[in-house]
């Protein structure tokens, strides 16, 4: 699929966000792909078609872990921030989408919890590894690989040095292996399209600027 990202450890140079053809604030596919169908578990054990769950909505979508040293916390809460300055209606249209790239380590519950401290509206996605294997490769993400140790404060397993431009966060447990992956967000239309991606410089004022767009159902052609 031409709309595939290559991996990006955590902590990683932000790439230059750019306006699209179309107006829209970040990545613009190589080819506009529709959204991609895939089944995974959701935080309360319940299979969860993404494609049927999120038809029509603008939807965001993102592959990570929540030991994540920085992209994962930062993609969420640039969101967060997004969502929190539009109407209530476009907000409650649209989905977010989280799926673990590390389900070894985040069950249900572990991605319910971090999932709650950024809204607990927000989707998390786990299953075998396979299973999210497939998921990336259904999005056009390339599939994410275990790295080395993530380099920790001495004395201290839970704490890292931050990149800069990251968002303010902690770890509650040891961060353990880096788990390197896509870091841009999917970002599909109202027509079930994926019209943008955005990379890692992207801000909220941004993905806030898109969402009435995304949300807005083009005619059928």
């Known amino acids: 699929m031409s709309a595939a990202l290559a991996l990006a450890g955590c902590g990683t140079a932000p790439q230059t966000a750019a306006a699209t053809s179309s107006g829209l604030h970040g990545r613009e ?13 959701d935080t309360s054990g319940r299979a969860y078609d993404f494609a049927e769950e999120t038809a029509g909505r603008p939807t965001l979508l993102y592959f990570g872990y929540t030991d994540c040293p920085d992209e994962c916390p930062t ?53 075998t590894q396979e299973q999210v294997q497939r998921a990336q490769e259904a999005a056009g993400a390339t599939v994410a690989v275990r790295g080395e140790p993530v380099p920790t404060l001495p004395g201290s397993p839970t704490e890292h040095e931050h990149a800069p431009g990251t968002a303010p966060h902690t770890h509650d447990r040891p961060l353990g292996d880096l788990v390197e992956h896509a870091t841009s967000i999917f970002a599909y239309d109202a027509s079930d399209r994926l019209p943008v991606l955005y990379p890692e410089s992207v801000s909220p004022s941004d993905i806030r600027a898109d969402l009435p767009v995304l949300a807005r159902k083009e005619p059928s052609t």
């Open 29 to 41: 596919p190589d080819q506009v792909v529709e959204r991609p169908s895939f089944v995974l578990t």
């Open 75 to 127: 993609a969420m809460a640039d969101i967060t921030a997004a969502l929190r300055t539009v109407d209530a209606e476009l907000r409650e249209r649209t989905a977010v989408v989280f799926v673990t790239t590390d389900p070894s380590r985040d069950d249900g519950p572990r991605l319910r919890q971090w999932l709650d401290r950024y809204s607990t509206t927000y989707v998390g996605l786990t299953g």
